[in-house]
């Protein structure tokens, strides 16, 4: 499992932060009728958003999207583990919950993750491996099992291509208290259209296991070190904790933090939100919470919105202006765009440079946290980005379409004694409106 854990396009030396400048492809500004005080609020994002989507999805209808795929694999010389079916129809029953929780509080309605059922229970497609539980397996055998899995797939008419699939691995070994984990745990690449994740099962794996437990059992548990200690609540909420947080990078999350306005709900699940899932249950804590910024991204995903309307489209983004300023502690992004396929918010991920730390991307960016935006009806947008600190810093800057596709740029700013200096920022923005 991994490890727990834009854009500034700030244009002005930091003498003139006070003062707005901006870059534009065109010398023109639109007129501005669009209230931006009615959308000050997440609240009152979600509500805009919301219309925007309705109104794009109304015009050809919905046609059911997708469903998340959830593949049990085991060795071939091992059954699946005990009550595996039972169990992960529960497992996966309560991430769904969790997702649709989440989305009412954040004014969505009941969307949620679509998964494959039959009878009413969860469909698992089981995949006997072509090797033996003799070492042949390990955490490393992500790719050998995708393959493994992706053959069996095809061979039932489905093309993993074009899915986004859970894989639960039998691959552990349980004596009594004594669990030893030797899964893939991770994530191997997605978009909206496809994505692979690893999970591992084991025998004390349960919902029930989240919850309150009398017996006060105590677990010694081996994944990449020695044996530890567990209580049932800590192993059930860390796994299947890790679960919905590698499930969340196969619907395309990255790792986000939590702004300090947003913590008061608990920890952000793409953060470190797989070591607090469901602590709420046993009161040790706020739990975990869906940051805004992913409710948007998952908001369009075909297995959450119900449509795959041109989901393999390109939005073909351009931007038309970037407007930039820094006051009252805050960056402000400011900025119009255009693409064939609507974009219906932006969201801007401040990623901090930490001590000898390489590059921002995969396991460097568990402190990167995320501020969004509408896009009002002349393709205009602003973000502002708060929190922040001094030191090197990557904003990630993505615009959220309609059809479930994102669109990134990168700029590089730092800031020092709360002063910016966006002198590398500043050629990357007029490369990124250069015609």
């Known amino acids: 499992m991994t490890l727990p854990l834009v854009l500034s396009l700030l244009f002005l030396a930091p003498t003139l932060c006070l003062s707005e400048s901006s870059v534009s492809s065109t010398g023109s500004k639109s007129p501005n009728a669009f209230d931006w005080s009615n959308v000050d609020t997440q609240r009152g994002q979600s509500e ?34 005990k009550d595996h079916a039972k169990r992960w129809d529960g497992i996966m029953s309560d991430i769904q919950d969790f997702y649709r929780t989440e989305m009412k509080h954040l004014g969505y309605g009941e969307v949620t993750l679509g998964l494959e059922r039959k009878n009413g229970k969860l469909k698992l497609h089981e995949v006997c491996g072509a090797k033996d539980d003799d070492g042949s397996y390990s955490y490393n055998s992500g790719s050998k099992i995708r393959g493994e899995v992706f053959d069996a797939l095809q061979a039932k008419g489905i093309n993993p291509q074009e899915e986004t699939i859970l894989i639960v691995c039998g691959l552990s070994r349980t004596e009594e208290k004594k669990v030893t984990i030797y899964s893939p745990y991770y994530g191997m690449g997605a978009n909206h259209n496809c994505g692979i994740c690893f999970t591992a099962d084991m025998d004390w794996l349960s919902i029930d296991g989240l919850k309150p437990d009398p017996s006060k059992t105590t677990l010694q548990v081996k994944e990449h070190r020695g044996y530890e200690p567990f209580t049932l609540a800590r192993f059930n909420t860390t796994y299947i904790g890790g679960t919905i947080h590698e499930l969340g990078h196969g619907l395309s999350l990255p790792h986000n933090l939590s702004t300090k306005k947003e913590a008061i709900r608990g920890t952000a699940l793409m953060g470190a939100g797989n070591y607090t899932y469901r602590k709420e249950w046993r009161d040790e804590g706020k739990g975990s919470f869906l940051t805004h910024a992913h409710a948007l991204r998952l908001l369009v995903h075909p297995l959450f919105s119900q449509t795959t309307k041109h989901s393999k489209e390109s939005p073909n983004l351009k931007y038309k202006k970037l407007t930039i300023s820094h006051s009252d502690e805050k960056m402000h992004i400011r900025g119009t765009v255009q693409s064939d396929i609507p974009a219906i918010a932006m969201i801007a991920y401040n990623d901090g440079e930490n001590k000898g730390q390489r590059g921002y991307m995969v396991n460097n960016d568990y402190d990167a946290t995320t501020w969004t935006s509408v896009i009002n009806p002349n393709n205009e947008f602003r973000i502002r980005v708060g929190d922040l600190r001094d030191g090197n810093h990557q904003i990630r800057l993505i615009s959220v379409h309609a059809n479930g596709t994102t669109v990134t740029k990168r700029l590089h700013y730092s800031m020092k004694e709360g002063m910016p200096d966006f002198k590398r920022a500043n050629q990357e923005i007029e490369n990124i409106l250069s015609p």
């Open 48 to 81: 805009h958003i919301l219309e925007a989507i309705k109104s794009w999805q109304s015009q050809d209808g919905k046609d059911g999207g997708k469903k998340l795929r959830v593949v049990y694999f085991h060795p071939k010389d091992r059954q699946p583990l």
